[in-house]
Nanobody, 116 residues
């Protein structure tokens, strides 16, 4: 029942910033956890960050201090502010959500390319 719609990806130079957003629709039930995964070419998918309804966030070591995740519970929306971007951050970024009933949902992905 839950659909995730992502936006905000694009091309940016090293050191630049992007802000990703993801809005969930289709259910009024709680999304207990929302977050972002990414997959770079030839590499495994990895967790970037996730955040619970109360606001506690977790980050991958590779993005700590550069990325900030936040959410608007009223709109079931999660954001990822990405600063000081590096070429190593180039990947497809996927929104993810955990429903209160235990189901996992994924967005279609948005491309982030960091290149000079």
């Amino acid at each position: 029942q839950v659909q995730l719609v992502e936006s905000g990806g694009g091309l940016v130079q090293p050191g630049g910033s992007l802000r990703l957003s993801c809005t969930a629709s289709g259910s009024l039930s709680e999304l207990n956890v929302m977050g972002w995964y990414r997959r770079a070419p030839g590499k495994e998918r990895e967790l970037v960050a996730h955040i619970v309804r109360g606001g506690s966030a977790t980050y991958a070591d590779s993005v700590k201090g550069r990325f900030t995740i936040s959410r608007d519970n009223g709109k079931n929306t999660v954001f990822l502010q990405m600063n000081s971007l590096k070429p190593e951050d180039t990947a497809v970024y996927y929104c993810w959500a955990l429903h209160s009933r235990g189901s996992h949902y994924w967005g279609q992905g948005t491309q982030v390319t960091v290149s000079s």
